[in-house]
Structures are given as structure tokens and as C-alpha cells.
């Protein structure tokens, strides 16, 4: 009996000790958090920062804000020296500042943004250099613009891709491009991109592989969905022997801070 009291009194004192609500003004802290990065030198450092706060703007449903923090990581992106990114960075920049702009339901940054990370991706040289970015930039572009943009994208990163030298490299980059354009919904321009490897069995065996994906990515994500375990195929071919090659541009996977 004695134990059930000091009990009920513990539940009571510690009840009341719960914190009271904060009255601090979030909103105005994290505008001055804005401010705080606007004078950060390092480019990179100021951009992670203002997508950040554009996030947690867009977030905490203050899109108007998150609009105009997205200015700033423009600006900081274009103002920038080149040497301040390397590709993926400058990428990864364009194409958050369009991912988190569709998160406010502004499509025409977006957009805009979307077509600076385009001309970022054709400047690369040599072409097939590109390769390793596109699936960053079409899964964006699909996004905005639809099946068919993010197509013809793909099919011209397959030209890009005969370039590439290695042979495992080159058709681990047909295998993604053509997947993505089953997934865009264009067979018959997945089946061209695949001939363009000459080896009938390993485009046999990768049409197999690519089947056995669809079948076991249902409720995956697309990037997730990429690189399942596939067995069983001719060792001659190896359609799925590692993983994709190509680098992710979402906010997420590179910009993105822990809360």
C-alpha cells in the first residue's frame, strides 16, 4: 500500500513538471537563421544552409518565405565561382532549388531551375562524362515536364553512353537508361538503346533482368528499384553485377541536414 502511494505521488510531482509551451517566435528565428547564412563566404556552406531554411520554410507551411530563400540559393549558385562546385554539387544545387520550388507550388522556378541543371549537364565534356548524371536530371525532368521529356533525355544519354570505354561501365549505363525508359513508358525506345550493345545474349539476359525488377520493385522507389537482387542469369552477361553507377542530385542526398 505504502509502495502505491509514493507512486501516485511520483506520477503527480512529475506531472507537474512538464515544460510549459515556448512563446519563443520560431518563425522570426528562423528568418534570422536566413539572414545568418546570407553572409556565409564558402558557397557551398551558404547554399546547404538556404535550402535548408527553404525546407523547413516550406515545411512549417510558410511558402512565401521558402520562395524567397530559394531566390537566394540561386543566387548564391550563380554568383558563385566555378571552381566553388564540383559537378555534382552544382547539379545537385539546380535540381534541389527545383525539387523544394515544386514543394511550394512554384513550377516556374522550378522549372528555371530545372533548365540551368540541364545546361550544367550538356556542358559537361566529354559527353559521356554526363552518363553518371543523368538519372539525377531525368528523374526531376519527369517530374515537371512529364514521360516524354524525360525520354527523349534518356535517349540521348544512350549516345553519350557508347562513348564510355569500359564495358561493364557502358552497359551498366544502357541497363539504367533503358530502365528508365520502360518506366517513362517508351518500350520500343528501351529495346533501341539496349542494341546498342551487339551482344544479343546480354540484352536477352538483361531484358530478363530488367522484367524481374518490375516484379519485385512494386513498392520500392525508383532509385531503390534499380538495384534489386537479380540471380540466375548467363555469368557472360552479367546484366546486374553492381550497382547503378549514376549519382543521386536530390535535396535529400545532398544537401539535406539532420533536424
Excluded at 543523368?134 to 515536364?145: D, I, P, S, Y
Aim: net charge neutral.
Amino acid at each position: 500500500m505504502r509502495g502505491l502511494l509514493v507512486l501516485i505521488v511520483a506520477a503527480v510531482v512529475l506531472g507537474g513538471c512538464a515544460a510549459p509551451e515556448s512563446k519563443l517566435d520560431a518563425d522570426r528565428i528562423l528568418r534570422m537563421a536566413g539572414e545568418e547564412a546570407g553572409v556565409i563566404a564558402a558557397p557551398k556552406d551558404k547554399l546547404t544552409r538556404q535550402l535548408n531554411i527553404a525546407n523547413r520554410q516550406a515545411d512549417t507551411g510558410k511558402p512565401t518565405e521558402a520562395r524567397a530563400t530559394l531566390a537566394l540559393a540561386r543566387k548564391t549558385l550563380e554568383t558563385a565561382d566555378k571552381d566553388a562546385f564540383h559537378n555534382q554539387q552544382r547539379l545537385a544545387g539546380w535540381i534541389s532549388i527545383s525539387e523544394l520550388s515544386r514543394k511550394v507550388e512554384d513550377k516556374a522556378f522550378a522549372n528555371s531551375a530545372l533548365d540551368e541543371a540541364i545546361r550544367s549537364l550538356n556542358e559537361l565534356k566529354p559527353p559521356q562524362a554526363r552518363c553518371e548524371y543523368v538519372l539525377g536530371v531525368e528523374h526531376e525532368l519527369k517530374e515537371l515536364r512529364g514521360e516524354k521529356e524525360a525520354a527523349k533525355l534518356l535517349a540521348t544519354a544512350g549516345d553519350w553512353a557508347t562513348a564510355l570505354i569500359e564495358p561493364s561501365t557502358r552497359r551498366a549505363a544502357y541497363l539504367d537508361f533503358a530502365q528508365q525508359l520502360f518506366e517513362c513508358n517508351d518500350y520500343d525506345g528501351a529495346r533501341t538503346l539496349l542494341r546498342k550493345d551487339e551482344d544479343a545474349a546480354w540484352r536477352s539476359d538483361s531484358l530478363m533482368a530488367i522484367s524481374d525488377r518490375a516484379r519485385y520493385s512494386q513498392g520500392r522507389s525508383w532509385w531503390e528499384a534499380l538495384s534489386p537482387p537479380v540471380v540466375g542469369y548467363a555469368a557472360s552477361a552479367e546484366p546486374n553485377k553492381s550497382q547503378s553507377f549514376s549519382k543521386r542530385l536530390d535535396f535529400e542526398s545532398n544537401f539535406k541536414q539532420q533536424q
